[in-house]
Protein backbone atom coordinates (compact mmCIF):
# COMPACT_ATOMS: atom_id res chain seq x y z
CA UNK A 1 0.00 0.00 0.00
CA UNK A 2 1.51 3.66 -0.58
CA UNK A 3 2.32 5.69 2.18
CA UNK A 4 0.32 8.28 0.86
CA UNK A 5 -2.72 6.26 1.27
CA UNK A 6 -1.86 6.36 4.51
CA UNK A 7 -1.10 9.88 4.87
CA UNK A 8 -4.34 11.06 3.36
CA UNK A 9 -5.97 9.35 5.44
CA UNK A 10 -4.24 10.86 8.78
CA UNK A 11 -4.45 14.57 7.64
CA UNK A 12 -8.47 13.58 6.84
CA UNK A 13 -8.84 12.28 10.44
CA UNK A 14 -6.43 14.75 12.31
CA UNK A 15 -8.68 17.30 10.61
CA UNK A 16 -12.08 16.07 11.49
CA UNK A 17 -10.71 15.90 15.24
CA UNK A 18 -9.88 19.68 14.70
CA UNK A 19 -6.06 19.36 15.30
CA UNK A 20 -3.00 21.15 13.94
CA UNK A 21 -0.12 19.18 12.79
CA UNK A 22 1.62 19.88 15.94
CA UNK A 23 -1.06 19.15 18.82
CA UNK A 24 -1.36 15.50 17.20
CA UNK A 25 2.46 15.87 17.62
CA UNK A 26 2.42 16.65 21.26
CA UNK A 27 -0.43 13.79 21.98
CA UNK A 28 2.17 11.66 20.40
CA UNK A 29 5.22 12.79 21.56
CA UNK A 30 6.92 12.92 18.16
CA UNK A 31 8.01 15.87 16.39
CA UNK A 32 5.40 17.75 13.88
CA UNK A 33 8.11 17.47 11.16
CA UNK A 34 7.33 13.35 11.43
CA UNK A 35 3.38 14.09 11.25
CA UNK A 36 3.95 16.31 8.22
CA UNK A 37 5.95 13.55 6.50
CA UNK A 38 2.95 11.11 7.04
CA UNK A 39 1.22 13.10 5.41
CA UNK A 40 2.85 13.92 2.37
CA UNK A 41 3.44 10.16 1.87
CA UNK A 42 6.76 10.40 2.51
CA UNK A 43 7.14 7.62 5.21
CA UNK A 44 4.70 5.40 7.74
CA UNK A 45 3.98 6.02 11.43
CA UNK A 46 6.25 3.44 13.48
CA UNK A 47 4.27 0.47 14.24
CA UNK A 48 4.37 1.14 17.84
CA UNK A 49 2.35 4.27 16.91
CA UNK A 50 -0.12 2.83 14.95
CA UNK A 51 -2.26 1.89 18.12
CA UNK A 52 -2.31 5.56 19.65
CA UNK A 53 -3.02 6.82 16.34
CA UNK A 54 -6.04 3.99 16.53
CA UNK A 55 -7.14 5.20 19.81
CA UNK A 56 -6.82 9.14 19.15
CA UNK A 57 -9.12 8.98 16.02
CA UNK A 58 -11.23 6.32 17.54
CA UNK A 59 -10.79 4.10 14.37
CA UNK A 60 -9.99 0.13 14.02
CA UNK A 61 -6.39 -0.27 13.45
CA UNK A 62 -6.75 -2.49 10.76
CA UNK A 63 -8.80 0.17 8.44
CA UNK A 64 -5.75 2.69 9.50
CA UNK A 65 -3.13 0.58 7.70
CA UNK A 66 -5.55 -0.22 5.21
CA UNK A 67 -5.93 3.44 4.65
CA UNK A 68 -9.69 3.02 4.25
CA UNK A 69 -12.57 4.50 5.81
CA UNK A 70 -15.48 4.02 2.75
CA UNK A 71 -18.86 4.20 4.63
CA UNK A 72 -20.67 1.10 4.83
CA UNK A 73 -23.85 0.94 2.09
CA UNK A 74 -27.10 2.60 3.31
CA UNK A 75 -29.63 -0.29 3.39
CA UNK A 76 -33.13 -0.60 4.36
CA UNK A 77 -34.91 0.20 7.26
CA UNK A 78 -36.85 -3.28 7.27
CA UNK A 79 -36.45 -4.62 11.19
CA UNK A 80 -37.12 -7.69 9.76
CA UNK A 81 -33.23 -7.55 7.73
CA UNK A 82 -31.54 -7.15 10.99
CA UNK A 83 -28.50 -8.89 11.80
CA UNK A 84 -27.46 -11.10 14.64
CA UNK A 85 -24.15 -11.45 16.14
CA UNK A 86 -23.93 -13.51 18.93
CA UNK A 87 -20.12 -14.13 20.78
CA UNK A 88 -18.84 -17.33 21.20
CA UNK A 89 -16.65 -16.85 24.05
CA UNK A 90 -19.40 -15.01 26.15
CA UNK A 91 -22.44 -15.02 24.03
CA UNK A 92 -23.30 -11.56 24.29
CA UNK A 93 -25.56 -10.08 21.34
CA UNK A 94 -24.95 -7.44 18.91
CA UNK A 95 -27.12 -6.07 16.10
CA UNK A 96 -27.09 -4.44 13.39
CA UNK A 97 -29.31 -3.05 10.27
CA UNK A 98 -25.99 -2.26 8.13
CA UNK A 99 -22.52 -3.86 7.32
CA UNK A 100 -20.86 -3.00 10.49
CA UNK A 101 -17.18 -4.69 11.76
CA UNK A 102 -18.51 -6.09 15.59
CA UNK A 103 -16.33 -7.27 17.79
CA UNK A 104 -16.14 -8.87 21.21
CA UNK A 105 -13.83 -10.93 23.29
CA UNK A 106 -11.29 -9.62 20.71
CA UNK A 107 -12.73 -11.67 18.47
CA UNK A 108 -14.27 -10.41 15.14
CA UNK A 109 -17.80 -11.58 14.45
CA UNK A 110 -19.36 -12.46 11.34
CA UNK A 111 -23.50 -12.04 10.83
CA UNK A 112 -25.50 -15.33 11.69
CA UNK A 113 -27.37 -16.86 8.75
CA UNK A 114 -31.30 -17.39 10.38
CA UNK A 115 -32.60 -20.62 9.32
CA UNK A 116 -36.26 -21.74 8.97
CA UNK A 117 -37.34 -23.71 12.13
CA UNK A 118 -37.94 -27.62 11.88
CA UNK A 119 -41.42 -28.80 12.89
CA UNK A 120 -39.75 -29.95 15.96
CA UNK A 121 -37.67 -26.91 16.91
CA UNK A 122 -40.57 -24.18 16.72
CA UNK A 123 -41.77 -22.31 19.83
CA UNK A 124 -44.83 -23.18 20.92
CA UNK A 125 -47.41 -19.49 20.75
CA UNK A 126 -50.64 -19.20 22.43
CA UNK A 127 -52.76 -16.05 22.56
CA UNK A 128 -53.22 -14.91 26.20
CA UNK A 129 -55.50 -11.36 26.02
CA UNK A 130 -53.44 -9.09 23.66
CA UNK A 131 -50.19 -11.15 24.25
CA UNK A 132 -48.22 -13.91 22.88
CA UNK A 133 -47.16 -16.12 25.65
CA UNK A 134 -44.00 -18.16 23.88
CA UNK A 135 -42.84 -21.20 25.66
CA UNK A 136 -40.21 -23.88 24.37
CA UNK A 137 -39.47 -27.63 25.95
CA UNK A 138 -35.76 -26.76 24.68
CA UNK A 139 -33.57 -27.55 27.54
CA UNK A 140 -32.63 -24.63 29.45
CA UNK A 141 -29.18 -26.12 30.89
CA UNK A 142 -25.96 -24.60 31.13
CA UNK A 143 -24.93 -26.52 27.53
CA UNK A 144 -27.75 -25.67 25.59
CA UNK A 145 -30.29 -23.32 26.21
CA UNK A 146 -31.57 -20.49 24.18
CA UNK A 147 -30.13 -17.20 24.92
CA UNK A 148 -32.42 -15.09 23.27
CA UNK A 149 -35.59 -13.98 21.75
CA UNK A 150 -36.50 -11.53 19.32
CA UNK A 151 -39.88 -10.27 17.40
CA UNK A 152 -39.11 -8.34 14.27
CA UNK A 153 -41.64 -7.03 12.16
CA UNK A 154 -41.42 -4.05 9.56
CA UNK A 155 -40.48 -0.90 12.12
CA UNK A 156 -39.46 -2.59 14.98
CA UNK A 157 -37.69 -5.05 16.99
CA UNK A 158 -38.29 -6.65 20.55
CA UNK A 159 -35.60 -8.63 22.58
CA UNK A 160 -36.02 -10.40 25.65
CA UNK A 161 -32.59 -12.01 27.18
CA UNK A 162 -32.66 -15.38 28.48
CA UNK A 163 -30.27 -17.69 30.69
CA UNK A 164 -29.48 -21.25 31.70
CA UNK A 165 -31.26 -22.78 34.11
CA UNK A 166 -34.25 -20.11 33.57
CA UNK A 167 -37.65 -21.54 32.59
CA UNK A 168 -38.97 -20.86 29.13
CA UNK A 169 -41.80 -18.49 29.01
CA UNK A 170 -41.57 -15.36 27.28
CA UNK A 171 -44.95 -13.07 26.97
CA UNK A 172 -44.67 -10.64 24.15
CA UNK A 173 -47.10 -7.62 23.10
CA UNK A 174 -48.93 -9.03 20.08
CA UNK A 175 -48.64 -7.08 16.99
CA UNK A 176 -49.40 -7.83 13.35
CA UNK A 177 -47.41 -10.06 11.43
CA UNK A 178 -43.25 -10.69 11.73
CA UNK A 179 -40.57 -13.25 13.00
CA UNK A 180 -39.71 -14.79 16.26
CA UNK A 181 -36.20 -15.21 16.06
CA UNK A 182 -34.35 -16.66 18.76
CA UNK A 183 -30.67 -18.22 18.80
CA UNK A 184 -29.80 -21.58 20.89
CA UNK A 185 -26.45 -22.33 21.83
CA UNK A 186 -26.86 -25.65 19.91
CA UNK A 187 -28.86 -24.92 17.20
CA UNK A 188 -27.89 -21.53 16.46
CA UNK A 189 -30.41 -18.67 14.67
CA UNK A 190 -33.35 -19.78 14.22
CA UNK A 191 -37.20 -18.29 13.58
CA UNK A 192 -40.55 -18.75 12.46
CA UNK A 193 -42.98 -16.54 11.29
CA UNK A 194 -46.00 -15.36 12.83
Known sequence: MPDSTIGTLIRMLRSEHGMTQKQLADKMHISDKTVSKWERGKGLPDISLISELSRLFGVDIQNLLNGDLTPNDITGGNMKQIKYYVCPTCKSISFSTGDPEISCCKRKLTALDPKKAEEGEKLSVTV????????????MNKEYYISFLAFASGDRISVIKQYPEWDFNVRLPRRGHGMLIWYSTKHGLLYQLL
Open 128 to 139: IEDDWFITSAHP
